[in-house]
């Protein structure tokens, strides 16, 4: 495809790319297969790709047909789906009306008219918005990341005769319901399955594949810059080395300071004092305090709990009577974030519990040398080097997640890099949104 005068800038399309763009013409050895799945690396050139392809092939086979097209959010879709497509779509002679009220696109070419309805899949209850209609073709962007139910719901709506789907996805673990059910059964269910990696989008440049490699550590790079489905094992923090992450003072010039806290009654309570500089990929954190408190005590029946009140009293005193200091706080702490209200406490914001993009955060900061740790912060040195994956939750449920154990200083620590992160950062596709990471 050449340059348009669109206001997208075109280059010229990989190998893969082509196979995506032609694999359902008549001419091709895959014409009577019933869908394709691309999945791979970040920016590997699969979105574009593919809902290109996805309304070429709508438009050259169905007249007066719907679709769907099907991302995280409509928000997400509209962003990484959407906006290209309709910049896209004139240099093809194609009309293209967005009735954003009804999230639904019109697209007209050479005659014809097809209806395009856009689909948010973000929880179980999505699947309700897709009933009812009848498709003939479904488009999923970023399928990974939708709940299987949803996507079982919109690809049993695809009846009419010629219909086909279209998945595109980042990689996550190998026992990931999608990896399961539907790559690894790609032959099975006639499916064309093409493994992206990031030079087979040539419009990146040497440069911007440094930056991108740069953006994830551990099991994250693995998934998303060599495209692998890979399990999540072992310390979660591998990259941690106190050579390079412990040291006291900070290494640079502080800007600003915030509490970060994960509460607990019987479990421990955590205080993490931060100090933070730089904005974008050069924020840097320093954790030069901590407050730990387990209700548990060091023998069985020696517990000393603590109640709101007290804890209250432990926090005036250690942000040293600052009332007005930020603090980041577990969402679920109601009663205490209530308290510390009552108590006049008055810049308190409940963190964002989300556990793999805190997670990615605090793995490329420490992988960078960006986030360090005073030596008087003995827990939080202590949970990093023995916070692991629950491999027996990913095995049973495809999902991701730490072991509820040793995990109370990290959790407190994702709140508040990641906090900070999007509070003093554009866009950053390592943590800031899945959904750009095509």
């Not at 897709?130 to 919109?154: K, R």
């Not at 009654?265 to 840097?284: E, K, M, Q, Y």
Request: glycine fraction near 8%; charge should be neutral.
């Amino acid at each position: 495809m050449k340059r348009h005068q669109t206001g997208f800038d075109f280059k010229p399309f990989s190998q893969k790319q082509i196979r995506i763009l032609t694999w359902w013409r008549e001419t091709s050895p895959y014409a009577g297969y019933d869908g394709i799945i691309a999945d791979g690396a970040i920016r590997s050139g699969k979105t574009v790709s593919m809902s290109l392809s996805f309304v070429m092939w709508a438009m050259e086979t169905f007249n007066g047909a719907n679709f769907a097209i099907c991302g995280k959010t409509i928000g997400s879709l509209r962003r990484n789906v959407v906006a290209p497509l309709k910049q896209m779509l004139p240099g093809l002679c194609c009309v293209c009306t967005d009735r954003r009220a009804d999230n639904l696109l019109v697209i007209e070419y050479g005659g014809r008219t097809n209806f395009f309805y856009l689909f948010g899949g973000k929880d179980e209850s999505s699947q309700d918005l897709i009933q009812g209609i009848t498709l003939a073709g479904a488009f999923f962007d970023e399928v990974a990341l939708m709940p299987e139910s949803f996507v079982n719901q919109a690809t049993a709506r695809c009846s009419v005769e010629g219909a086909k789907w279209w998945f595109n996805c980042n990689p996550e673990g190998p026992f990931h319901w999608f990896k399961v059910s539907w790559i690894d059964r790609a032959d099975e269910r006639r499916l064309l399955y093409l493994h992206f990696v990031m030079t087979d989008n040539l419009t990146l440049t040497p440069a911007t594949l440094v930056k991108y490699r740069a953006m994830y550590a551990g099991v994250f790079a693995r998934r998303f810059i060599l495209g692998e489905w890979a399990v999540a094992d072992g310390v979660i923090y591998s990259m941690f080395a106190e050579e390079k992450n412990v040291c006291d003072p900070a290494p640079f010039e502080p800007e600003r300071e915030f509490v970060a806290v994960d509460y607990g009654t019987f479990n421990p309570c955590v205080f993490l004092h931060f100090t933070a500089a730089g904005v974008g990929d050069s924020i840097r954190h320093h954790i030069d305090r901590e407050y730990y408190h387990s209700g548990r005590g060091e023998k069985e029946g020696a517990a000393i709990q603590k109640d709101d009140a007290q804890y209250c009293a432990d926090m005036l005193r250690f942000v040293g009577g600052r009332r007005d200091m930020l603090i980041i706080i577990d969402p679920s702490a109601s009663s205490f974030i209530t308290r510390l209200r009552h108590e006049g406490f008055t810049n308190i914001v409940p963190a964002k519990n989300a556990v793999a993009k805190g997670i990615a955060a605090v793995a490329v900061e420490l992988e960078q040398g960006r986030l360090t740790f005073s030596p008087s912060c003995p827990h939080t040195v202590k949970e990093l080097h023995s916070y692991v994956w629950d491999v027996k939750h990913a095995e049973k449920t495809g999902e991701d997640r730490p072991l509820k154990e040793n995990d109370h200083c990290c959790d407190a620590l994702r709140y508040g890099v990641y906090f900070d992160m999007l509070s003093n950062a554009s866009v950053r596709p390592s943590v800031a949104g899945r959904g750009a990471r095509n």
